[in-house]
């Protein structure tokens, strides 16, 4: 089959590479579109090695149609139109994971538009209602408001009835959240937290964070009583002072969350609760996909350097025919 | 009736103060006797106002008989044997709570005894299985061992399957903690976090920790994959740097926790489950009380003493005649 290689360079190159194996309990997709995720460009310069056992190839999810399943497989069948969350793989014509994360994709979604969804949703969900067991009516801050995540985190918090507040690096970003559904924003360079705390003078209940160190501070004086700061990337930074005073009286907790090493079995449960709980919102288009673009996978450079630059809004699929 | 009044000069007197107000949830408590914690010495030097609403004389728990209850009472009774979890005014003839915070003292501990079960066990209750989600065979950290949450959490981990190591000031302490259940201990000034690692190479799973600043990036250190660190006191400090990298990679949590300041439902769904989890361990004998030294209330201030210089292994009860 072919895949994409990492050159030297750091170039992607669409090129030969071996077909994945399959074991037992695992289904073999024929990839139909993968999405790009800010971890792909970690990974290709060198800084986010996949976890043991993991596909070397890029690509944290896809959608495409099952070709052939593992003897234990009970739940998918061969022909079936699937997403899938993976742990690396996706920017490839094949790719093998376990049956559990390889959900049927979304009805009212293409099935190219549905490899935009398995990391996102996954994330938020797994960060949003099981690390930070997020409550209808509190009220959320969303770091990179404009991001596939946070579009994704967007929409959830509105579907189910929280106020989210977001972070993002323009005006435009700002505008396209809120008309998505965010309450307000903030531009990032533009003194954030004087905003938030505007916005939400008791604090806010649940922070999803991608930033880390340069946040840190800033988000437990902006965190409310009970309040918790799930953080999932450290692009600001690792390094940062701490009031525990805070911690400690207002009861609140910092929560590590990342998901591509996780147990198969935590990655199915996630996967079984989206089908269960979120897909029904795009079949009633309460949420829907959010796409900056849609590329060849022979483009992966010029996706990744859009990446890079912070240039989307939403998720940049690849293509493959 | 008589209580403790705290002086200008930080002298405990018993002398005469208001019978407390009785609510038609509350019940009235004739009490036994009162046990002594360091938030009530923390208290006494100003440091730690009453929640809103509690009252401002000194006690967190006691023992005793029900004199009166309000017209909502439904499963307590008058002329009952109860030990009971107080916002404040334990150190005095009667105090007033919410009936879920009054439970029937465990069946083999005498009525003065069960003074000094409530605060401890109400605390390691929530913290080791509500808030960290404590799991048989996983390892815990118990600093200040020897106090009476550190008695009480020794004989926890033990009753649940779990393997403890203490911190403690000297080896006296260490080897009562260790006859009382722990695996092995390390006096605190000894390069504790060396000998953790030696028990623990590849981390503990839970942290209890009253210390705060001073030890929390060796906490964090010591901490496992998916480890939890329960902050409950800061008597080391509340300034620390955190190094976010490890918080993000290993999936930490940092937890700050106090019960005082929690709702009355959080409370009475703690006092319950102790009276059906942990009330029976008492009558096996597989938890008993640690009680370091019972002496009258008129004594309050030379109990402080003991506990202000360390001179505890476990509670000081004070009896209330």
């Keep these: 089959m072919k895949a994409i290689n990492i ?71 061969v022909g079936e139109k ?26 009212g979604v293409s099935l190219i538009e549905a490899s935009s969804l398995p990391e996102v949703y996954a994330t938020c969900w797994l960060n949003l209602f099981q690390e930070a067991n997020l409550l209808k009516g509190e009220k959320v801050l969303l770091h990179a408001g404009a991001s596939g995540i946070g579009t994704a985190a967007i929409q959830l918090c509105k579907a189910f009835k929280c106020k989210s507040f977001v972070t993002a690096g323009t005006s435009k970003k700002i505008k ?42 800033d988000n437990i004086n902006v965190l409310s009583m009970e309040g918790r700061l799930v953080i999932i990337g450290l692009m600001g930074g690792v390094k940062s002072s701490i009031n525990l005073g805070s911690i400690l009286m207002k009861r609140q907790k910092i929560i590590g969350s990342t998901i591509r090493a996780r147990d198969v079995s935590v990655k199915g449960k996630i996967m079984s609760d989206l089908h269960q709980h979120v897909w029904p919102f795009f079949k009633s288009k309460i949420i829907k996909p959010i796409v900056h673009e849609t590329l060849n996978i022979k483009d992966a450079n010029k996706a990744h350097e859009i990446m890079e630059k912070d240039q989307n809004i939403g998720k940049i699929i690849l293509e493959i025919n």
Tied chains: 1, 2.
């Design 7 to 77: 050159l030297e360079n750091k170039h992607l190159e669409w090129s030969e590479s071996d077909l994945p194996l399959i074991s037992d309990d695992d289904v073999l997709i024929k990839i139909s579109a993968t999405s790009v995720n800010r971890a792909d460009v970690v990974q290709k310069n060198g800084l986010y090695p996949p976890p043991p056992g993991a596909s070397s190839i890029l690509g944290l999810e896809c959608s495409g149609i099952i070709e052939k399943i593992g003897k234990n497989v009970k739940n998918r069948k």
């Design 82 to 107: 699937v997403c899938a969350l993976l742990a690396g793989g996706g920017y490839a014509e094949y790719v093998s994971c376990p049956e559990v994360q390889a959900i049927p994709i979304p009805e």
């Design 176 to 217: 396209f959240c809120c008309e998505l559904g965010a309450s307000d924003g903030a531009i990032r360079t533009e003194d954030p937290f004087k905003k938030i705390k505007e916005w939400s003078p008791e604090g806010v209940d649940v922070i999803l964070d991608p930033v880390g160190g340069n946040y840190f501070e």
